[in-house]
C-alpha cells in the first residue's frame, strides 16, 4: 500500500527489513546499549556485521525515544538509524515516547541527506506495545512530520508478517479518510 502527500511517499511492505537494497537508510529498533540482541535489532546486527556493534558502542546508552545513526557497513544500506522505544506500560506517557521515537528517527535521517528511510513497528515485539495503537502511533507521527523533512522523500515500513501488515494497512486507511463534522 502507498500513498502520496505531494512528493513525499508513504508505503507499507511485508518483508525483511534488512533487504531493502533501494533504501538509504534502515531503522534498527534498538535496546538502550544499542547491541546486538533478538528480533529486528539482532537481524539488523547480523545483517551489518561486527562492524555496527563496534560503532554502536560509544553512542550507548540512549534513553527511550532516542535516535542516533551510524554507517550501514554490510548492509544494502548507507545508515541505520537507532531508536529505543518504549516500553508499554512501564515507559510513559508510552504513545509520546513512541511518537518521539519516529519524529527523532526522522530527524536524524533528514539532518544527514538520508532521502528513503524504511521502519519496522519499534516498540512492539518483546517491548510489548499492542500493535493496532503503535500503528496509530507511528503512521499518525510519520504523516505528521514526513512532509515537513527537507531531504526524505520516501518512508517504507516494512514489516514482519502478514498480520503486522494488515494491521497498519487498515490503520492507514482509516487516517486517509476524511474526518466527519
Known amino acids: 500500500m502507498r500513498v502520496q502527500q505531494g512528493d513525499f511517499t508513504l508505503e507499507i511492505v511485508q518483508g525483511d527489513i534488512t533487504r531493502q537494497p533501494d533504501m538509504e537508510a534502515i531503522v534498527n529498533a534498538a535496546n538502550a546499549q544499542l547491541m546486538?540482541?533478538?528480533?529486528?535489532?539482532?537481524a539488523i546486527h547480523r545483517a551489518a556485521g561486527p562492524e555496527l556493534a563496534e560503532a554502536c558502542r560509544p553512542l550507548a546508552?540512549?534513553?527511550?525515544g532516542q535516535a542516533v545513526i551510524t554507517p550501514g557497513f554490510r548492509l544494502p544500506n548507507r545508515y541505520?538509524?537507532?531508536?529505543?522505544?518504549?516500553?508499554?506500560?512501564?515507559?510513559?506517557?508510552?504513545?509520546q515516547i513512541l511518537a518521539e521515537a519516529y519524529r527523532n528517527a526522522l530527524k536524524v535521517a533528514d539532518a544527514r541527506g538520508v532521502r528513503s528511510v524504511?521502519?519496522?513497528a519499534i516498540s512492539t515485539g518483546v517491548f510489548g506495545y499492542p500493535l493496532e495503537e503503535a500503528a496509530q502511533v507511528a503512521l499518525r507521527?510519520?504523516?505528521?512530520?514526513?512532509?515537513?523533512?527537507?531531504?526524505v522523500r520516501h518512508v517504507r515500513f516494512v514489516l514482519f508478517d502478514e498480520r503486522a501488515r494488515a494491521v497498519h494497512e487498515?490503520?492507514?486507511?482509516?487516517?486517509?479518510?476524511?474526518e466527519e463534522s
Not at 541505520?80 to 508510552?94: A, E, F, I, N, Q
Not at 507521527?141 to 531531504?151: A, D, F, I, S
Open 36 to 42: 546486538p540482541g533478538g528480533g529486528v535489532a539482532g
Open 61 to 64: 546508552p540512549i534513553r527511550p
Open 80 to 95: 541505520v538509524v537507532h531508536v529505543l522505544g518504549p516500553v508499554y506500560g512501564r515507559d510513559v506517557p508510552s504513545d
Open 118 to 120: 524504511a521502519f519496522p
Open 141 to 151: 507521527t510519520v504523516l505528521e512530520e514526513g512532509p515537513r523533512c527537507k531531504h
Open 170 to 178: 487498515e490503520v492507514l486507511t482509516r487516517l486517509q479518510q476524511p
